[in-house]
Protein backbone atom coordinates (compact mmCIF):
# COMPACT_ATOMS: atom_id res chain seq x y z
CA UNK A 1 0.00 0.00 0.00
CA UNK A 2 1.34 3.50 -0.69
CA UNK A 3 2.05 6.01 2.00
CA UNK A 4 0.81 9.14 -0.04
CA UNK A 5 2.83 12.41 1.58
CA UNK A 6 2.02 15.69 1.59
CA UNK A 7 4.55 16.40 -1.00
CA UNK A 8 3.12 13.91 -3.44
CA UNK A 9 -0.24 15.00 -2.70
CA UNK A 10 0.70 18.06 -4.22
CA UNK A 11 2.71 17.13 -7.08
CA UNK A 12 -0.34 15.10 -8.12
CA UNK A 13 -2.74 17.76 -7.87
CA UNK A 14 -0.72 20.25 -10.23
CA UNK A 15 0.48 17.98 -12.74
CA UNK A 16 -2.37 15.58 -13.20
CA UNK A 17 -4.67 18.12 -15.02
CA UNK A 18 -1.93 18.61 -17.89
CA UNK A 19 0.42 15.35 -17.75
CA UNK A 20 -0.35 11.80 -18.23
CA UNK A 21 -0.17 9.57 -15.48
CA UNK A 22 2.88 7.70 -16.70
CA UNK A 23 4.48 10.61 -16.43
CA UNK A 24 3.17 11.44 -13.46
CA UNK A 25 4.15 8.01 -11.73
CA UNK A 26 7.71 8.28 -12.98
CA UNK A 27 8.01 11.89 -11.02
CA UNK A 28 6.56 9.84 -7.83
CA UNK A 29 7.72 6.76 -8.26
CA UNK A 30 4.52 4.66 -8.34
CA UNK A 31 2.34 3.26 -11.15
CA UNK A 32 0.15 4.95 -13.45
CA UNK A 33 -2.62 2.55 -12.01
CA UNK A 34 -1.99 4.37 -8.31
CA UNK A 35 -2.17 7.70 -9.81
CA UNK A 36 -5.23 6.84 -11.58
CA UNK A 37 -6.95 5.58 -8.42
CA UNK A 38 -6.05 8.18 -6.30
CA UNK A 39 -7.24 11.21 -8.74
CA UNK A 40 -10.20 9.40 -9.01
CA UNK A 41 -10.46 9.57 -5.04
CA UNK A 42 -9.65 13.09 -4.98
CA UNK A 43 -12.27 14.07 -7.73
CA UNK A 44 -9.49 15.39 -10.32
CA UNK A 45 -10.07 16.10 -13.27
CA UNK A 46 -8.10 15.93 -16.78
CA UNK A 47 -7.79 19.64 -18.35
CA UNK A 48 -9.60 20.02 -21.69
CA UNK A 49 -7.06 20.25 -23.48
CA UNK A 50 -6.16 16.56 -22.59
CA UNK A 51 -8.96 15.30 -24.25
CA UNK A 52 -9.96 17.92 -27.26
CA UNK A 53 -7.05 19.37 -29.45
CA UNK A 54 -7.15 22.25 -31.20
CA UNK A 55 -7.62 21.50 -35.05
CA UNK A 56 -5.84 23.37 -37.88
CA UNK A 57 -6.82 23.60 -40.94
CA UNK A 58 -4.17 21.45 -42.70
CA UNK A 59 -5.17 18.93 -39.92
CA UNK A 60 -8.79 19.58 -41.03
CA UNK A 61 -7.76 19.30 -44.58
CA UNK A 62 -6.21 16.02 -44.25
CA UNK A 63 -8.53 14.20 -41.94
CA UNK A 64 -11.47 15.43 -45.29
CA UNK A 65 -9.07 13.50 -47.59
CA UNK A 66 -7.83 10.62 -45.77
CA UNK A 67 -10.39 9.49 -43.49
CA UNK A 68 -13.01 8.13 -46.44
CA UNK A 69 -10.58 5.91 -48.05
CA UNK A 70 -8.01 4.69 -44.67
CA UNK A 71 -8.23 3.49 -41.53
CA UNK A 72 -8.67 5.28 -38.50
CA UNK A 73 -5.39 4.04 -37.44
CA UNK A 74 -3.89 5.17 -40.88
CA UNK A 75 -5.04 8.82 -40.30
CA UNK A 76 -4.22 8.54 -36.75
CA UNK A 77 -0.87 7.99 -37.10
CA UNK A 78 -0.69 9.98 -39.88
CA UNK A 79 -2.24 13.31 -37.76
CA UNK A 80 -0.21 12.24 -34.33
CA UNK A 81 -3.54 11.80 -32.56
CA UNK A 82 -5.64 8.96 -30.49
CA UNK A 83 -8.49 6.93 -33.09
CA UNK A 84 -10.72 8.33 -30.87
CA UNK A 85 -9.99 12.30 -31.48
CA UNK A 86 -10.62 11.05 -35.25
CA UNK A 87 -13.82 9.47 -34.87
CA UNK A 88 -15.34 12.07 -32.85
CA UNK A 89 -13.70 14.87 -35.19
CA UNK A 90 -14.95 12.75 -38.14
CA UNK A 91 -18.67 12.54 -36.64
CA UNK A 92 -18.45 16.27 -35.88
CA UNK A 93 -17.79 17.34 -39.32
CA UNK A 94 -20.17 14.47 -40.91
CA UNK A 95 -17.63 12.25 -42.77
CA UNK A 96 -18.44 9.19 -43.95
CA UNK A 97 -16.28 6.14 -44.85
CA UNK A 98 -16.05 5.02 -48.24
CA UNK A 99 -17.61 2.11 -49.77
CA UNK A 100 -13.98 0.25 -49.59
CA UNK A 101 -10.80 2.04 -48.58
CA UNK A 102 -7.34 1.58 -50.08
CA UNK A 103 -6.17 -1.08 -47.12
CA UNK A 104 -9.24 -3.12 -47.36
CA UNK A 105 -9.05 -3.38 -51.57
CA UNK A 106 -5.33 -4.21 -51.23
CA UNK A 107 -5.94 -7.16 -48.68
CA UNK A 108 -9.18 -8.25 -51.04
CA UNK A 109 -6.80 -8.24 -53.70
CA UNK A 110 -4.71 -10.65 -51.80
CA UNK A 111 -6.95 -12.72 -50.27
CA UNK A 112 -8.10 -13.14 -54.35
CA UNK A 113 -4.46 -13.70 -55.59
CA UNK A 114 -3.23 -16.43 -52.65
CA UNK A 115 -6.44 -18.14 -51.39
CA UNK A 116 -6.51 -22.07 -52.48
CA UNK A 117 -2.56 -21.72 -52.33
CA UNK A 118 -1.96 -20.58 -48.96
CA UNK A 119 -3.76 -21.24 -45.94
CA UNK A 120 -5.59 -18.64 -44.01
CA UNK A 121 -3.00 -18.14 -41.47
CA UNK A 122 -0.56 -17.02 -43.94
CA UNK A 123 -2.53 -14.80 -45.70
CA UNK A 124 -3.33 -13.04 -42.71
CA UNK A 125 0.53 -12.55 -42.18
CA UNK A 126 0.48 -10.85 -45.88
CA UNK A 127 -2.44 -8.74 -45.26
CA UNK A 128 -1.53 -7.69 -41.30
CA UNK A 129 -4.58 -8.98 -40.01
CA UNK A 130 -6.19 -12.05 -38.27
CA UNK A 131 -6.81 -15.48 -39.80
CA UNK A 132 -10.82 -14.96 -38.79
CA UNK A 133 -10.98 -12.16 -40.54
CA UNK A 134 -9.26 -13.41 -43.74
CA UNK A 135 -11.89 -15.82 -43.76
CA UNK A 136 -14.44 -13.33 -42.91
CA UNK A 137 -13.74 -11.16 -45.95
CA UNK A 138 -13.12 -14.24 -48.28
CA UNK A 139 -16.85 -15.34 -47.55
CA UNK A 140 -18.15 -12.08 -47.92
CA UNK A 141 -16.60 -11.98 -51.38
CA UNK A 142 -18.05 -15.15 -52.29
CA UNK A 143 -14.09 -17.09 -52.23
CA UNK A 144 -13.92 -20.53 -51.32
CA UNK A 145 -11.75 -23.07 -50.95
CA UNK A 146 -11.84 -26.65 -53.26
CA UNK A 147 -11.26 -29.55 -51.62
CA UNK A 148 -8.42 -30.38 -53.80
CA UNK A 149 -6.69 -27.13 -52.63
CA UNK A 150 -7.72 -27.90 -48.79
CA UNK A 151 -6.00 -31.33 -49.16
CA UNK A 152 -3.05 -30.54 -50.97
CA UNK A 153 -2.26 -27.72 -48.24
CA UNK A 154 -3.11 -29.79 -45.36
CA UNK A 155 -0.85 -32.65 -47.13
CA UNK A 156 1.84 -29.92 -47.17
CA UNK A 157 1.29 -29.75 -43.25
CA UNK A 158 1.77 -33.36 -42.44
CA UNK A 159 4.76 -33.47 -44.75
CA UNK A 160 6.26 -31.13 -42.64
CA UNK A 161 5.91 -32.59 -39.95
CA UNK A 162 7.11 -36.22 -41.01
CA UNK A 163 10.19 -34.36 -42.09
CA UNK A 164 10.35 -33.02 -38.03
CA UNK A 165 9.48 -36.66 -36.89
CA UNK A 166 12.60 -37.63 -38.58
CA UNK A 167 14.90 -35.55 -37.17
CA UNK A 168 13.54 -36.33 -33.70
CA UNK A 169 14.26 -40.23 -34.82
CA UNK A 170 18.06 -39.19 -35.95
CA UNK A 171 18.44 -37.53 -32.72
CA UNK A 172 17.58 -40.56 -30.72
CA UNK A 173 14.07 -40.10 -29.49
CA UNK A 174 11.24 -42.16 -30.52
CA UNK A 175 9.06 -41.50 -33.12
CA UNK A 176 6.05 -42.39 -31.27
CA UNK A 177 5.07 -38.95 -29.69
CA UNK A 178 2.25 -37.77 -29.17
CA UNK A 179 1.17 -35.81 -32.31
CA UNK A 180 -1.19 -36.49 -35.02
CA UNK A 181 0.06 -36.97 -38.39
CA UNK A 182 -2.49 -39.02 -40.07
CA UNK A 183 -2.87 -42.88 -41.03
CA UNK A 184 1.53 -42.64 -42.77
CA UNK A 185 2.18 -42.49 -38.83
CA UNK A 186 2.06 -46.27 -38.60
CA UNK A 187 4.31 -46.52 -42.15
CA UNK A 188 7.04 -44.31 -40.49
CA UNK A 189 7.12 -46.23 -37.20
CA UNK A 190 7.76 -49.83 -39.91
CA UNK A 191 10.43 -47.49 -41.62
CA UNK A 192 11.90 -47.19 -38.46
CA UNK A 193 11.58 -50.12 -36.95
CA UNK A 194 12.98 -51.65 -40.02
CA UNK A 195 15.97 -49.34 -40.44
CA UNK A 196 16.73 -50.47 -36.68
CA UNK A 197 16.68 -54.23 -37.42
CA UNK A 198 19.63 -54.14 -39.84
CA UNK A 199 17.35 -52.82 -43.10
CA UNK A 200 18.46 -50.84 -45.72
CA UNK A 201 15.22 -48.13 -45.87
CA UNK A 202 14.63 -44.70 -48.09
CA UNK A 203 12.15 -42.88 -46.61
CA UNK A 204 9.29 -42.28 -49.32
CA UNK A 205 10.83 -45.33 -51.28
CA UNK A 206 8.98 -48.58 -51.39
CA UNK A 207 11.54 -50.86 -51.99
CA UNK A 208 13.49 -51.99 -48.76
CA UNK A 209 16.93 -53.84 -49.44
CA UNK A 210 18.52 -56.48 -46.91
CA UNK A 211 21.75 -57.98 -46.75
CA UNK A 212 21.69 -62.20 -47.45
CA UNK A 213 23.47 -62.45 -44.15
CA UNK A 214 20.93 -60.38 -41.83
CA UNK A 215 18.88 -61.94 -39.53
CA UNK A 216 15.07 -61.37 -41.16
CA UNK A 217 11.93 -61.00 -39.44
CA UNK A 218 9.43 -62.34 -41.72
CA UNK A 219 6.17 -60.69 -39.81
CA UNK A 220 7.26 -57.62 -39.99
CA UNK A 221 8.20 -58.05 -43.83
CA UNK A 222 4.57 -59.22 -43.93
CA UNK A 223 3.08 -56.54 -42.53
CA UNK A 224 5.71 -54.10 -44.17
CA UNK A 225 4.34 -55.72 -47.35
CA UNK A 226 0.69 -55.08 -46.59
CA UNK A 227 1.50 -51.02 -46.64
CA UNK A 228 3.17 -51.76 -50.42
CA UNK A 229 6.83 -52.26 -49.21
CA UNK A 230 9.10 -54.83 -51.63
CA UNK A 231 11.90 -56.68 -50.15
CA UNK A 232 14.81 -57.08 -52.50
CA UNK A 233 18.13 -58.81 -51.75
CA UNK A 234 21.52 -56.53 -51.30
CA UNK A 235 23.93 -58.29 -53.86
CA UNK A 236 27.33 -59.92 -51.57
CA UNK A 237 29.75 -57.96 -53.81
CA UNK A 238 28.51 -54.96 -52.99
CA UNK A 239 28.54 -54.82 -49.58
CA UNK A 240 31.29 -52.72 -47.56
CA UNK A 241 34.06 -54.63 -46.61
CA UNK A 242 35.32 -54.61 -42.68
CA UNK A 243 38.74 -54.02 -41.45
CA UNK A 244 37.52 -55.65 -38.00
CA UNK A 245 35.49 -58.17 -38.12
CA UNK A 246 34.95 -58.15 -34.17
CA UNK A 247 33.36 -54.77 -34.26
CA UNK A 248 30.32 -56.19 -36.73
CA UNK A 249 27.38 -57.42 -35.40
CA UNK A 250 26.41 -60.21 -38.28
CA UNK A 251 22.64 -59.33 -38.36
CA UNK A 252 23.66 -55.58 -39.02
CA UNK A 253 25.66 -55.43 -41.94
CA UNK A 254 23.78 -53.02 -43.51
CA UNK A 255 22.15 -49.27 -42.29
CA UNK A 256 22.30 -46.14 -43.26
CA UNK A 257 25.84 -45.63 -44.23
CA UNK A 258 27.49 -47.89 -41.41
CA UNK A 259 31.05 -47.54 -41.19
CA UNK A 260 33.66 -49.37 -38.49
CA UNK A 261 36.22 -46.12 -36.92
CA UNK A 262 39.11 -47.57 -34.65
CA UNK A 263 41.19 -45.14 -32.63
CA UNK A 264 41.51 -43.76 -28.97
CA UNK A 265 38.75 -41.22 -27.20
CA UNK A 266 40.53 -38.07 -26.28
CA UNK A 267 37.18 -36.24 -24.98
CA UNK A 268 34.15 -37.51 -23.21
CA UNK A 269 31.77 -34.71 -23.12
CA UNK A 270 28.91 -33.90 -20.61
CA UNK A 271 25.61 -35.15 -20.97
CA UNK A 272 22.84 -33.34 -22.76
CA UNK A 273 19.83 -33.86 -21.54
CA UNK A 274 16.07 -32.55 -22.41
CA UNK A 275 12.67 -33.27 -22.96
CA UNK A 276 10.64 -33.63 -26.11
CA UNK A 277 6.31 -34.08 -26.49
CA UNK A 278 6.93 -35.98 -23.48
CA UNK A 279 9.46 -38.08 -24.31
CA UNK A 280 13.08 -38.04 -22.22
CA UNK A 281 16.32 -37.89 -24.17
CA UNK A 282 19.75 -37.47 -23.61
CA UNK A 283 23.12 -37.93 -25.80
CA UNK A 284 26.49 -37.94 -24.94
CA UNK A 285 29.37 -36.59 -28.03
CA UNK A 286 32.86 -38.38 -27.96
CA UNK A 287 36.10 -37.24 -29.45
CA UNK A 288 37.79 -40.40 -31.37
CA UNK A 289 41.47 -39.58 -32.40
CA UNK A 290 42.50 -41.65 -35.32
CA UNK A 291 45.93 -42.73 -35.86
CA UNK A 292 47.67 -42.82 -38.90
CA UNK A 293 50.03 -40.34 -41.54
CA UNK A 294 51.85 -37.25 -39.74
CA UNK A 295 48.40 -36.11 -38.06
CA UNK A 296 46.14 -37.92 -36.78
CA UNK A 297 42.20 -37.48 -37.63
CA UNK A 298 39.97 -36.62 -35.54
CA UNK A 299 36.18 -37.65 -35.45
CA UNK A 300 33.00 -37.03 -33.10
CA UNK A 301 30.64 -39.26 -32.85
CA UNK A 302 27.54 -39.25 -30.41
CA UNK A 303 25.49 -41.94 -28.27
CA UNK A 304 22.06 -41.93 -27.42
CA UNK A 305 19.95 -42.81 -24.54
CA UNK A 306 20.51 -46.54 -22.72
CA UNK A 307 23.69 -46.83 -24.97
CA UNK A 308 25.64 -44.03 -22.62
CA UNK A 309 25.55 -46.19 -19.60
CA UNK A 310 25.79 -49.52 -21.91
CA UNK A 311 29.47 -48.45 -23.73
CA UNK A 312 30.82 -46.63 -20.11
CA UNK A 313 33.03 -44.72 -22.72
CA UNK A 314 36.43 -43.08 -20.74
CA UNK A 315 38.81 -40.91 -21.98
CA UNK A 316 42.15 -42.95 -23.05
CA UNK A 317 40.33 -45.92 -24.33
CA UNK A 318 41.36 -47.54 -27.55
CA UNK A 319 37.93 -48.43 -29.34
CA UNK A 320 36.31 -49.84 -32.62
CA UNK A 321 33.25 -47.44 -32.93
CA UNK A 322 30.44 -49.17 -35.37
CA UNK A 323 29.10 -45.99 -37.08
CA UNK A 324 25.90 -44.91 -38.35
CA UNK A 325 26.02 -41.62 -40.30
CA UNK A 326 22.59 -39.17 -41.75
CA UNK A 327 22.22 -36.07 -42.48
CA UNK A 328 19.22 -33.94 -42.15
CA UNK A 329 17.91 -31.14 -44.27
CA UNK A 330 16.74 -27.94 -41.99
CA UNK A 331 13.99 -25.52 -42.58
CA UNK A 332 16.57 -23.00 -43.85
CA UNK A 333 17.48 -25.38 -46.21
CA UNK A 334 20.98 -26.31 -44.94
CA UNK A 335 22.43 -29.90 -44.12
CA UNK A 336 24.01 -31.12 -41.25
CA UNK A 337 25.02 -34.32 -40.50
CA UNK A 338 25.80 -37.18 -36.87
CA UNK A 339 27.73 -39.43 -36.60
CA UNK A 340 25.51 -42.11 -33.85
CA UNK A 341 27.64 -45.36 -32.89
CA UNK A 342 25.28 -48.13 -32.86
CA UNK A 343 27.81 -50.74 -31.55
CA UNK A 344 31.38 -50.21 -29.49
CA UNK A 345 33.81 -53.10 -29.32
CA UNK A 346 37.13 -52.29 -27.13
CA UNK A 347 40.71 -52.97 -28.73
Not at 134 to 159: C, D, F, Q, Y
Not at 275 to 304: A, S
Not at 314 to 335: P, T, Y
Request: glycine letters at 8%; proline letters at 3%; one cysteine or more.
Amino acid sequence: MINWTKDMLRILKEEYPTKSNAEIGAMLGISARAVQWKAYWLGLKKHNSWTHIEWTGEQLELLRQRFPVCSLREVAVLLGISKTMVARKAKELGLQKAAKSETRMKIEETIKTYIGMYPFKKIAEMCGVSARRVGKIAKEMGLTVSKEARNRMTSEAVAKAYELEEFYVSCGLSPEMNRKLGSDKSRLNMEYRLREDGYFVTHGCDVVYFSPRLKRHPIRERNAEEMGMVFVEYPEDCLTTRDNEGAQAPENLINSSIMVITGKITEVCPIREGNKNGHDWKVQDCVLEIPGGEKPQICVFNVFGDDIEKFNIQVGDQLSVDIRMSANKGKDGRWFGNNRAKEVTRA
